[in-house]
Structures are given as structure tokens and as C-alpha cells.
């Protein structure tokens, strides 16, 4: 008998999340209570971390048995089985404490069942970090800075006019300016002029993410963790705290 189970709204979203989470973990953790669903992966060079909250209110369907339940996911074992969810689709996860199952609901019902396992991302220490520059962007405009410099060795976060955030590209002699001129930028609060490189390849593993959201914000701050949040239609939350460059 299933201790937990919960039908999400968008399919879209959680095929997202899921292959977000596989980009920069090998494994996940997921906590089920009864106003939230949370979801940490830590990435193995402990440089990046995930976090999401889902509100239970927001989910179609939602029904836990215990207090609380720990699901741990293998996500290379888990994405290679899943198709690629479609619009449409109903996705139902249901959950016991030794296993779980995703259940897709289009023309043909498909179940994938999965033993759940142990995660140490439980071992992560809470993090107070005080950013000095806190942004709100356009996430289109994100994605498309980052995907334009997919090739440079790093990029380079300069900020020191709250009318504008600078975004360079190192190895690509390039640039972009995010501005409020422009649009792209919505709103910048700017404590303490303030750069930070970070890896490029670790800002492109959450492009799918900036697929899915309107707009993004933004915290970080010199030789700081930058941390980058997002809030989806269905009241999911997101959090990605990366690392600066070394």
C-alpha cells in the first residue's frame, strides 16, 4: 500500500525539474509532508545546489499516510527510463518508504517503478549569505545570455550602476548588458558594486528551467555564491545556489 501519492499539474514543468535535477546530480532527495513537497540534489563537486518547494495546495492531487516521507531518486537511472513528458500528460508519483513509482496518464497509461535509496545531499549545512546585489530579470533574457556563451571559459557577473547588470563573457571577448532600457532587466538593488565569475557549464544546466518562468531573480556578490530563484505558474519554487569560479 502506497504511503504517499500526488498528481502535478503541468507536466511540462516537472519533465523540467526532473531533467534539471539529472543535469546536476546524480541523485536527489525528496521530503513529503503535509504543506510541502522538497526536493534538494547536490551536485558531486559539491559546487552547485538545488532546492525546490512544491505547495501541496497547488497539486491536483495530493495524500500522505505518515507524518513524513524521504524519497531518495537515482536520476540516471530514473531519466533514462522516463520518456519525455508531453503536454497534456497526467503525472502521478506514488510512494512507500522502499519504493516509488511515476505513473504518465496520456493515449496509453505507462508505469515506472523505482527502489528509492539513500542520498547524503541530507548533510548539507544551511548557508547565510549576504549578497550585495540582488536582481530581477527577464528569464528569456538570461537563457539566451547564457546559451550565447556556452563556449566561454566562465562568465563574469559585473555589477556597479543599479541601472544595468553586465554579463561578460571570459575567452570570448563579448558582452552583454542586462538594463532596465532594454527591458531585460525589471529591478536591481545594488548594496555594494560588486563581480564574480561563474562556470559556464553549471549556469547552462538550468536553461530549461529559464524555459519554463517569466522572470528570474538574481543574488549574489564579489567571490560569492550566486544564487538564482525562480517561481513557476503552479507555485513551484526554485533555488540554485552555484559556487564562483575558482
Known sequence: MSLCKLVYPNAKNFDAIIRTLSNIADEA????????VFMRALD???????????????????????????????L???IKALPKFKKGDKVSLLADEGFYEILIESDIKKKY???????????VPELNIQFKVRAILLSSALKDVIKDFEDSEGIEFITDSPEYLLLRALGLNTQAK?????????????????????????????????????????????????????????????????????
Open 29 to 36: 532527495e525528496v521530503i513529503l509532508e503535509k504543506d510541502i
Open 44 to 74: 558531486p563537486a559539491k559546487v552547485s545546489l538545488i532546492e525546490i518547494i512544491i505547495p501541496t495546495s497547488s497539486l491536483i492531487e495530493f495524500e500522505l499516510l505518515t507524518d513524513k516521507l524521504v524519497i531518495g531518486l537515482n
Open 76 to 78: 540516471s537511472s530514473l
Open 113 to 123: 517503478r523505482f527502489r528509492s535509496i539513500e542520498v547524503a545531499v541530507s548533510e
Open 178 to 246: 542586462l538594463s532596465r532600457t532594454s527591458g531585460s532587466l525589471i529591478d536591481l538593488v545594488v548594496d555594494e558594486p560588486s563581480k564574480s565569475v561563474y562556470d559556464t557549464d553549471y549556469l547552462s544546466r538550468i536553461v530549461e528551467l529559464l524555459s519554463i518562468s517569466n522572470t528570474v531573480e538574481l543574488s549574489y556578490g564579489t567571490d560569492i555564491p550566486v544564487s538564482i530563484n525562480f517561481k513557476l505558474a503552479d507555485e513551484t519554487t526554485i533555488k540554485y545556489l552555484l559556487a564562483p569560479k575558482a
